[in-house]
């Protein structure tokens, strides 16, 4: 059966009801009314506009329901005359006859959807290796709400309280304090030097250091090689090399890939990550009518001129704005991303932005690193605590290239400063010339990244 809202005037298919997908929608609905355009979102899911960003924090208890990650409501989209299929997954694109086709999960009718503008949002999926006994239930993937709420309910029904967390970056490091939290003797095995792989390894040193210091045993520096199960078909252990860790729950914290097989079969590009390769339009390379964004892309790299694989919902919600924009018949484009990312292990706050150590090496960049050690407020007020920053500066020329930093309370969030400069270019010795905010309660006199930025022009100078 074909169907095709073309009467109406243009007709727009969305594939994924998530952040990119229903910000596109929601744009392109402001700038074009329903007899302009129509407006079809297909959700192979059973929610829309949620934050998986929250998922660790309801599972921890500080979120009391699903339903308060959810942004807008899929009765609130289709009050907005959006036509939102949900529990219909896309099966098939047809770029040459501008169609999908779609399958009813709960029905299993399929029908072939005619689309002027088809826009893809159909995100990231968990890496879950072949390992033997990684579908043993007990075994978890984080993702979606649908994700969150089976782990939820199996946490409740665990028998034992030994928990595993396989991989150590930001939702692995989540996971695994909102497990503690939940009465768990959790286990994080990671093949890194050091938890937090996306910073340095010393940085990362001071993430376990935390981890430890809630209970948490962290094995570094160790492949997962398998699983064993009960009887029952229930996971009991986690197997590596040289031990095996029991288990009556576990949690993959490996990271993600772009779910991009249904673009990969229609013939779309692919860049070297999996992600779909687009202009600065969002659009897709070589096609007018299609257009793409959030963790299903690949984005430019400010500082390396690279194209990376960056999964994160801030992205995922300006191409979304951009591709509505383009669809209904504005202008927008996005110039491509730092790489800020934060996130916190109990009291402790982490963040990054621009280049690691190894990123920098990798795109051929000499550089120098200092790390400085300060504190969050005036060394005299109540409350001060520890911070550490390390910042990352290019030989001879001084640009800065990254920021690292961990400490307490109002660290994290330093991290913008960072950010904003590196978006524009500047030297670490401008950086110094910052006029930032300054009163005992919220920083020293000299700011830990103005401290950080003085020891990096004395290495650029020196060196």
Not at 239 to 266: C, K, M, N
Request: charged share 20%; glycine share 14%.
């Amino acid at each position: 059966m074909l169907s095709y809202g073309g009467a109406m005037g243009v007709c727009m298919v969305v594939v994924g009801a998530d952040a990119t997908g229903m910000a596109a929608a929601s744009q392109a609905r402001r700038l074009r009314g329903v007899d302009e355009l129509e407006i079809v979102v297909f959700e192979k899911g059973g929610h829309s506009s949620y934050s998986a960003c929250g998922i660790p924090y309801w599972v921890a208890g500080d979120v009391a329901d699903a339903d308060d990650l959810i942004a807008r409501s899929v009765a609130e989209h289709r009050a907005r005359d959006i036509d939102l299929r949900m529990r219909t997954e896309v099966t098939e694109i047809d770029p040459v006859g501008r169609r999908v086709l779609s399958r009813d999960l709960d029905t299993g009718a399929q029908n072939w959807t005619r689309y002027d503008q088809l826009v893809l949002a159909t995100g990231a999926t968990p890496i879950r290796p072949p390992l033997p006994g990684i579908e043993s239930e007990g075994v978890y993937g984080v993702q979606t709400l649908d994700d969150g709420q089976a782990l939820i309910e199996g946490l409740e029904s665990a028998t034992g309280r030994e928990a595993v967390v396989v991989g150590a970056g930001y939702i692995g490091v989540e996971m695994a304090e909102a497990l503690v939290r939940r009465g768990f003797a959790v286990t994080m095995i990671t093949r890194g030097a050091e938890p937090m792989s996306t910073m340095d390894p010393d940085m990362g040193a001071l993430v376990r250091k935390a981890l430890v210091g809630m209970g948490i045993k962290v094995v570094r520096a160790t492949e997962v090689t398998g699983m064993s199960a009960s009887a029952d078909g229930r996971v009991r252990a986690v197997i590596t090399a040289d031990a095996e860790y029991p288990a009556d729950v576990v949690v993959l914290g490996i990271g993600v890939q772009p779910a991009t097989e249904l673009a990969r079969r229609a013939g779309l590009p692919l860049g070297e990550s999996g992600g779909l390769l687009t202009d600065l339009a969002q659009r897709v390379h070589g096609y007018d009518d299609i257009w793409a964004g959030g963790d299903c892309v690949e984005v430019l790299d400010l500082v390396s001129g690279a194209l990376r694989h960056i999964p994160l919902g801030t992205h995922a919600n300006k191409h979304g704005q951009v591709i509505g924009s383009g669809v209904g018949g504005g202008y927008a484009t996005f110039p491509g991303v730092v790489g800020t990312a934060m996130s916190k292990v109990c009291d402790l706050e982490v963040a990054r932005t621009g280049l690691g150590e190894r990123e920098a090496a990798r795109a051929g960049l000499q550089f120098h690193s200092v790390v400085i050690e300060s504190t969050g407020r005036a060394g005299y007020f109540p409350g001060a605590e520890p911070m550490t920053v390390k910042m990352i500066a290019e030989r001879r020329t001084g640009r800065l290239l990254g920021v690292q930093i961990v400490g307490y309370v109002g660290a994290a969030k330093r991290i913008d400063i960072a950010a904003v400069a590196l978006t524009a270019r500047m030297t670490v010795e401008q950086v110094t010339a910052l006029d930032l905010g300054y009163a005992p309660p919220f920083s020293p006199v000299w700011d830990p990244i103005l401290v950080a930025a003085r020891a990096a022009v004395r290495a650029v100078a020196g060196g």
